[in-house]
């Protein structure tokens, strides 16, 4: 539309316009070279360290000796996001019905939803050291700690998503429900979850990547290991993220070469789980 | 979708309204169901009490001085966390003002300008930028960027040394770990938020605004100050503040990058510290009063993005009702 009256415009106007489409161009620009040189130093630096040796084996004593060795830190990650899912999603899917289906617009769940909009905005350290302060000085560090602290920062972002799922689903069908003679429970739990269940589910995953790759809530919380643990309440444990963080500060270039190798094992797993998301949203909202 | 494909159900026995048991039942989902969104409450106070309970032995230890002093030094048993106040506020605005311009202009790109073709690879490129760990950033930040940067700031510290007020902010040496380099990979983290929240704004403004904009011979730039962004000053304003309540609280790869030194300096390329690296940094080797005071740290530090995010949050809420 504009391009038919340009031969109107004066040519200031013309050049004012074509700087400022140029200037919005290049910020596009100036946002993908960072991440080009991030992903190509990651594949570069990471692609001849990963192997299966490297994804099974003990992490060295010392970090100044070279060789593989993340095993625990993968199994670590593992663990500890899968234990947080299993606590801040089904917790986060109900406090997202609650808004939804029964708050409403009412004052109370208009608070909620405020306050968690602001609790995802809480800084992750502040998380790690709120779970130190009242899990860890009585129980120690464990998986389990650091799968609360993780749990406490997914819970905000699934509460959110899943409402957004929630509202997406017809009234009609709870209509419906409701017009069959089932209780609101029922019509929730048969009819509208069921219905929303893609984008609960895709929500889910974006906050399972955002919590697989956290670092802070985990400092204080997991400890560190050299040996796989796979006990979720017994002892200390690691994580890719928090491997990550303590070899980059090392000296040594085995930990650089076990740092790159591990950030490139943490990006494929985080990508998997956005990809996966993004299909899960896709492959059912369209129809 | 399941439900069309679902079996009927056997005809109920017993009317499903009836009172009794079935209503006692769907009375307790409604209470869990609220229980769970009170959680969130909960947390947010637990959070400012057993930190500020915990914190309490720095608090006593240092009174006022704790958040007026300049000096931090464990060894000597003194605390005082303005320099990390500093260094957070400093390296947030560095970030912002990298960031803003560029997530603003992708914003427009993807509302307004992009060509259809290209508006999903440059929405992923975004979620991208957002999918990649904070500690990755920081291990590219310190073994990547930081060395290769430091030759550039020695040009620019070269190049502005004779201008006055310029000179004092870009002088050297620098190792290239410090201030700016933190609030660059901090610009990184924060432009997908202020992107994906400006973006939203855009996509409210009404297309009879734009559409009149055109019809009154504006060029593309012209409607989008005429019509774009005089809608959207409030829900911009409410994302470049959500950008900063996240740049302040950015942990792993400013504690990276950031050179620790607590020093309140005008030299953006010297190192300094934030609040958030210091704790990831020091908590390990620390105990006693320097922990209290790490943690104490942390009240600080939720404090402040309580208050910033508060405002985001309220700036943006308003903004989507009047718009």
């Not at chain 1, 429970?185 to 399972?208: E, N």
């Not at chain 1, 017994?234 to 930990?255: K, M, W, Y």
């Not at chain 2, 506020?89 to 970030?95: D, E, G, Q, S």
């Not at chain 2, 993807?110 to 508006?119: G, T």
Request: aromatic letters at 8%; one cysteine or more.
């Amino acid at each position: 539309m504009s391009t038919l009256l340009l031969g109107t415009v004066s040519p200031a106007r013309r050049l004012r316009n074509r700087l400022a489409t140029a200037s919005i161009w290049l910020s596009v620009l100036v946002a993908a070279i960072p991440l080009a040189f991030v992903v190509t130093y990651l594949v570069r630096r990471g692609a001849g360290i990963v192997d299966w040796k490297f994804l099974t084996g003990d992490i060295p004593i010392s970090s100044r000796l070279r060789g593989p060795g993340m095993g625990p830190a993968v199994l670590g990650t593992l663990l500890t996001t899968g234990a947080a899912t299993a606590m801040a999603v089904p917790l986060g899917v109900l406090a997202a019905v609650y808004l939804n289906e029964y708050g409403k617009r009412g004052r109370l769940a208009g608070v909620i939803r405020f306050l968690s909009d602001v609790m995802a905005g809480v800084p992750s350290v502040v998380m790690g050291l709120f779970i130190y302060t009242v899990w860890v000085l009585r129980f120690g560090q464990t998986g389990f700690a650091g799968a609360l602290a993780l749990g406490c920062l997914m819970l905000p972002i699934v509460i959110r998503s899943a409402e957004t799922a929630l509202q997406l689903v017809p009234n009609e069908l709870r209509e419906a429900s409701a017009a069959l003679g089932a209780r609101p429970s029922r019509t929730i739990l048969t009819v509208v979850l069921p219905a929303a269940l893609a984008g609960v589910v895709s929500g889910a995953l974006l906050a399972v990547a955002r919590a697989a790759g956290e670092t802070a809530p985990l400092l204080f919380t997991i400890g560190t290991v050299t040996e796989s643990n796979r006990h979720l309440f017994d002892g200390t444990n690691t994580s890719l993220s928090a491997q990550i963080f303590i070899n980059a500060r090392q000296p040594f270039e085995g930990a650089i070469d076990r740092a790159w190798g591990a950030a490139l094992t943490l990006i494929v797993l985080v990508f998997v789980l956005t990809a996966v998301a993004r299909l899960v949203a896709r492959r059912f909202t369209v129809r | 979708m399941t439900i069309t494909t679902a079996p009927p159900s056997p005809p109920a026995r017993r009317p499903l309204t009836s009172p009794g048991r079935a209503g006692w039942s769907d009375r307790a989902f409604r209470g869990v169901s609220l229980g769970c969104g009170l959680l969130v409450l909960v947390i947010l106070g637990l959070i400012a009490v057993s930190t500020t309970r915990e914190a309490w032995p720095a608090f006593s230890h240092d009174g006022l001085r704790f958040f007026t002093s300049k000096r931090w030094a464990p060894s000597a048993d003194v605390f005082g966390s303005l320099p990390f106040v500093y260094g957070t506020v400093v390296t947030a605005i560095i970030a912002l003002v990298l960031a803003v311009p560029v997530s603003v202009g992708i914003a427009l790109f993807l509302s307004d300008v992009a060509p259809r073709r290209l508006r999903r690879p440059v929405s992923s490129l975004v979620d991208l930028l957002a999918a990649i760990p904070s500690v990755v950033y920081g291990l590219w930040g310190v073994i990547v960027l930081a060395p290769w940067i430091s030759g550039v700031y020695d040009r620019i510290s070269d190049v502005t040394s004779p201008v006055p007020f310029v000179s004092t902010l870009f002088a050297g040496p620098s190792t290239g770990r410090g201030l700016f380099t933190a609030g660059i990979i901090l610009a990184l983290m924060v432009t997908p938020i202020i992107t994906s929240i400006t973006r939203e704004v855009f996509d409210t403004v009404p297309v009879t605004a734009k559409e009149a904009a055109y019809a009154l011979g504006a060029t593309r730039w012209e409607m989008l100050r005429a019509a774009v962004f005089p809608h959207s000053r409030a829900g911009m304003t409410g994302a470049v503040m959500l950008g900063l309540g996240r740049a302040m609280g950015e942990t792993i790869a400013a504690a990276l990058v950031i050179g620790s030194s607590p020093q309140i300096t005008a030299h953006l390329f010297r190192s300094g510290d934030s609040m958030a690296a210091v704790i990831a940094n020091e908590f390990g080797e620390s105990g006693g009063v320097h922990r209290a005071a790490l943690i104490g740290l942390g009240v600080e530090l939720f404090a402040l993005t309580i208050v910033v995010n508060v405002v985001a949050r309220t700036i943006i809420a308003r903004g989507r009702r009047n718009g």
